[in-house]
């Protein structure tokens, strides 16, 4: 039963334009929600989160929106750059001290 | 500072075999997380230990296994290794108790290739 969705195996955007990135879960209980980007032969890093008391958190180049009611979150890049390219993995918890679930991820390519 | 740490970083055994991976956690954090990555999949949750007592636990057999010593250095040992098991494992760690408290940092992850 996979609580963390991505149904987006891969996305493919233009240098510059918006990259909207979508993630769906199903447990009511997770509070605490965060975006990783995984490049090639690395370990996947940390980018941004949200807490579920929020509906929207920005840092830079990148907003992470909550819809808490469709149990829902997008990560929008904008402008997207190449150096974008990489796996984006949703993930969310429950509590500050229970596990962390991923989902499948989404392959970004970003076209210069 | 130094980051998590995993070694080896490429392994390849046979069916039947065990394999041990060892995971470094920056120094302070206490909590360290195991996930395997295979493709489609995602990360899968292995499981969590800190202060050397397993917290949490995925869905994984019992031939899956870890522990965490004194000084939160980790291991995770896969017992008569499946061809399945082929996979990224990757671990991390986290400070408890802190803001961000789930912001888990990753390390480069362990290439195991089972034949």
């Known amino acids: 039963d996979q609580q963390v969705k991505q149904n987006s195996p891969s996305l493919s955007v233009q240098e510059g334009r918006i990259s909207i990135l979508n993630c769906d879960y199903t447990n009511s209980m997770f509070d605490y929600f965060l975006w990783y980007k995984k490049y090639p032969a690395e370990g996947p890093t940390f980018l941004i989160s949200i807490s579920s008391i929020k509906d929207k958190n920005e840092d830079g180049r990148f907003t992470v929106f909550l819809n808490k009611s469709a149990k829902h979150l997008s990560l929008h890049i904008v402008p997207s750059q190449p150096g974008d390219s990489a796996v984006y993995f949703c993930?969310?918890?429950?509590?500050?001290?229970?596990?962390?679930?991923f989902g499948p991820g989404t392959s970004l390519s970003v076209i210069p | 500072k130094a980051g998590v740490t995993q070694t080896p970083r490429y392994l390849i055994k046979t069916r039947g075999q065990q394999v041990t991976l060892s995971c470094s956690p920056i120094?302070?954090?206490?909590?360290v997380s195991w996930y395997q990555q295979t493709p489609g999949q995602g990360l899968q949750f292995l499981f969590e230990y800190f202060s050397e007592t397993q917290r949490n636990k995925g869905n994984f057999p019992g031939r899956f296994s870890g522990r965490q010593f004194s000084n939160s250095r980790s291991e995770m040992n896969v017992s008569t290794l499946e061809l399945g098991d082929s996979a990224l494992y990757l671990c991390?760690?986290?400070?408890?108790?802190?803001?961000?408290?789930?912001?888990?940092?990753f390390g480069a992850g362990s290439r195991l290739t089972v034949l």
């Open positions: 991390a760690s986290t400070i408890i108790g802190a803001p961000g408290a789930n912001v888990l940092t």
């Open positions: 120094s302070g954090h206490r909590s």
């Open positions: 993930a969310a918890t429950k509590t500050s001290y229970d596990k962390v679930i």
